[in-house]
């Protein structure tokens, strides 16, 4: 199975930082890979799919980049309302591995 | 309005049943894939078990292959997931979560999760 590694597993920076989360495939995912915002006692959202497409009314500071096996979520001007864990997760074939995670904080 | 609510956790012994049901309206059901996925307490997201727009592909977790079965109703717009020989592992707050499309599962539309807590 496809492994999938996210770093770093938290960050904290300030408001109006451009602040990158690197997800790592062991094997080739071709760009079958989604991002993910889970808020504590909130639905997770879908953020980005195919990698790199922004699903619909996803503010436009976030950005998915990448390919392979190498992937980054960026969000160029972190808001207050950014706080939360980020997960990718991988769709080129069962199993759907998340990452596990990335928690963003304000400093 | 999209709609996705999930039911059917409770507390319930090692090694019982339950049945989790995700009903659905807003949107044409066997045009979409659906899933399940579950967070632990203190822990992170996890994939559990997909099943496409009509029904003829399935795919599941190791952690749970064998255990649990994933199904729809596409006449009632409803999706199950059949969870056997439950483990103290198992739980979490279980999560219904629909696709893009038919046979493509990228999880855009979630339910607001229902708890199951497998305990003695």
């Known amino acids: 199975d496809i492994q999938v590694t996210q770093s770093p597993s938290s960050l904290s920076a300030s408001v109006g930082d451009r602040v990158t989360i690197t997800c790592r495939a062991s094997q080739g995912t071709a760009s079958f890979l989604a991002w993910f915002q889970h808020k504590p006692g909130k639905v997770p959202r879908l953020l980005i799919y195919d990698a790199s497409t922004l699903q619909s009314g996803v503010p436009s500071r976030f950005s998915g980049s990448g390919s392979g096996t190498d992937f980054t979520l960026t969000i160029s001007s972190l808001q207050p309302e950014d706080v939360a864990t980020y997960y990718c997760q991988k769709y080129i074939n069962s199993p759907l591995t998340f990452g596990g995670g990335t928690k963003v904080e304000i400093k | 309005e999209v709609q996705v609510l999930e039911s059917g956790g409770e507390l319930i012994q090692p090694g019982g049943s339950l049945r989790l049901s995700c009903t659905t309206s807003?949107?044409?059901?066997?045009?979409?894939?659906m899933s399940w996925v579950r967070q632990a307490p203190g822990k992170g997201l996890e994939w559990v078990a997909s099943i496409g727009g009509t029904g003829a592909y399935i795919y599941y977790a190791d952690s749970v292959k064998g255990r649990f079965t994933i199904s729809r109703d596409n006449s009632a717009n409803i999706l199950y997931l059949q969870m056997n020989s439950l483990r103290v592992e198992d739980t979490a707050l279980y999560y219904c979560?629909?696709?893009?499309?038919?046979?493509?599962?990228?999880?855009?539309?979630w339910g607001r999760g229902t708890t199951v807590t497998v305990s003695s």
């Open positions: 807003g949107f044409t059901f066997d045009t979409y894939a």
């Open positions: 979560a629909r696709g893009l499309g038919t046979e493509n599962y990228y999880m855009a539309v």
